[in-house]
Nanobody, 128 residues
Framework: QLQLVESGGGLVQPGGSLRLSCAVSGSTLDYYTIGWFRQAPGKEREGVSCFRIGDGSTYYTDSVKGRFTISGDNAKNSVYLQMNSLKPEDTAVYYC?????????????????????WGQGTQVTVSS
């Protein structure tokens, strides 16, 4: 069973940057889809970005395109989410998730129920 541990959240001013990390143990990542999801108070959990190291496929939700970058390091069994030009509406608990799947990453990102392994979440707050 996979274990996922997120880190890197915090408080940042609008326009600032944060880098989230997701360390995965229990398997190599080659055939896993890794997703970053976020959930703000009173809102549904939404897929921010999904990535598959094995074929390099990536997906970003429209609201973060051009600002966020997902990447992976097979040697470290880790996936990262670089978040630039942060906005107050990016404030949420961010979760990484993993699922052994070859479904298109856009399909996977569309619904968090497709993922079976989750981290504990890390808070990101964008505020002046």
């Amino acid at each position: 069973q996979l274990q996922l541990v997120e880190s890197g959240g915090g408080l940042v001013q609008p326009g600032g940057s944060l880098r989230l990390s997701c360390a995965v143990s229990g398997s190599t990542l080659d055939y896993y889809t890794i997703g970053w999801f976020r959930q703000a108070p009173g809102k549904e959990r939404e897929g921010v970005s999904c990535f598959r190291i094995g074929d390099g496929s990536t997906y970003y939700t429209d609201s973060v395109k051009g600002r966020f970058t997902i990447s992976g390091d097979n040697a470290k069994n880790s996936v990262y989410l670089q978040m630039n030009s942060l906005k107050p509406e990016d404030t949420a608990v961010y979760y990484c998730a993993a699922e052994y799947s070859v479904e298109p990453v856009q399909t996977m990102c569309a619904n968090f129920v497709f993922f079976g392994s989750w981290g504990q979440g890390t808070q990101v707050t964008v505020s002046s």
